[in-house]
């Protein structure tokens, strides 16, 4: 354990050190937020006595971010806490570590360039060869250019049907147990996606241009206006990073979050439109890439470790001789 430790924390400084090079200025941002945005999670809720007002812990580092980016550093990043109150399994903890990167007049193909840079450099921090052990009989080869694949092709491979068709993917999301009754159809696909494709992804491989309506932050590709310019990494069926061109028309993003708000349950997500980051694009945000990498993850899979709970210092466990609560 005490290895894996400290093999975090050369991981870390080479993530630093990869983006000093590529001249990013690493800032920090507030912890507690007046709106639960960035993402569609449940927020820890707090109360501040003397405003009397309810702030949530934030979900993702986002929305401050690009504010920034606004404001005019062109390339910015933070490595920082998040907190989802949400479910615990190997590979999710309610308080985790991100970092999110975002740079002016970038894009989804700059983004996946960065992550190839960022992920391979952490890989040489900590070993002499680019071929790392999984398990007890398997290795992830980092060396790169690493695969390409389409969201949609994939869905064709391996769930064996058409992703146009609403009702042929319903009926493999019925095979699969998944909830179809109520719900955008794009929803159910990227559940599909989720249970057939993501234990095929041994990867490194990057998952590029996904349906633009399950991404409301991210922008759609010129020539297919129903795609997003989205990726995300996979390695041995775990998503290690998410990344897209960033929507920067304040119109446009205002009508997104609507939709995307109006399709989730208050209990569900809490999430809320954060009308200050609404403003600051009217202001004018450049064009843009932004990605987000999980680190925990990156640690498990450069130490060969299983459990999210073998990476983190003091993973949150249930009290001593308390009982579980059923759901």
């Given amino acids: 354990v005490l290895e894996k430790m400290l093999k975090r ?5 080479s993530v630093r050190q990869t983006l000093r090079n590529h001249k990013y200025a ?3 941002t507030p912890v ?8 569609a999670a449940r927020p820890f809720i707090t109360h501040h006595n003397t405003l009397d007002i309810e702030l949530y812990m934030r979900i993702a580092l986002e929305l401050h971010l ?6 005019g550093i062109e390339r910015v990043y933070e ?5 989802r109150n949400e479910g615990i399994d190997a590979t999710h903890n309610p308080e985790f570590t991100m970092i999110e990167i975002y740079q002016a007049y970038g894009n989804y193909e700059t983004m996946m360039d960065l992550t190839e840079a960022i992920v391979t ?11 790392l052990p999984w398990g007890e009989n398997e290795t992830i080869d980092f060396s790169g250019p690493w695969e390409r694949k389409k969201y949609l092709d994939l869905v064709r491979e391996h ?12 009926a493999v999301a019925k095979q699969h147990g998944i909830e179809t009754e109520n719900v955008h159809p794009d929803v159910v696909l990227n559940e599909v996606f989720e249970a057939t494709c993501e234990e095929h992804l041994t990867g490194p491989v990057f998952v590029i241009d996904y349906p633009a309506s399950i991404c409301p932050l991210t922008k759609r590709k010129q020539d297919d206006p129903n795609i997003a310019e989205r990726f995300e990494l996979f390695v041995k069926g775990m998503e290690l990073a998410n990344a897209y061109t960033e929507l920067n028309d304040p119109l446009l993003q205002e009508e997104l979050f609507q939709t995307q708000l109006s399709g989730l349950s208050e209990e569900d997500s809490m999430a809320k439109m954060d009308t200050d980051f609404i403003k600051a694009l009217k202001v004018g945000m450049p064009p843009a890439g932004g990605l987000g990498i999980g680190i925990d993850r ?5 130490t060969n470790s299983h459990s999210i709970r073998d990476v983190i210092y003091f993973p949150l466990l249930r009290p001593e001789g308390q009982p579980s609560q059923p759901e």
């Fill in 159 to 170: 769930a064996g049907c058409d992703p146009a068709d609403p009702a042929a993917v319903a």
């Fill in 79 to 83: 490595i920082g806490r998040v907190f």
């Fill in 32 to 39: 507690l937020h007046a709106v639960a945005g960035g993402a």
């Fill in 26 to 28: 690493e800032v920090e």
């Fill in 298 to 302: 990156l640690v498990m899979l450069l």
């Fill in 66 to 71: 690009k504010r920034l980016m606004v404001g």
């Fill in 121 to 131: 450099d952490a890989v040489k921090a900590i070993s002499e060869t680019m071929e």
């Fill in 9 to 13: 924390s050369q991981i870390i400084d």
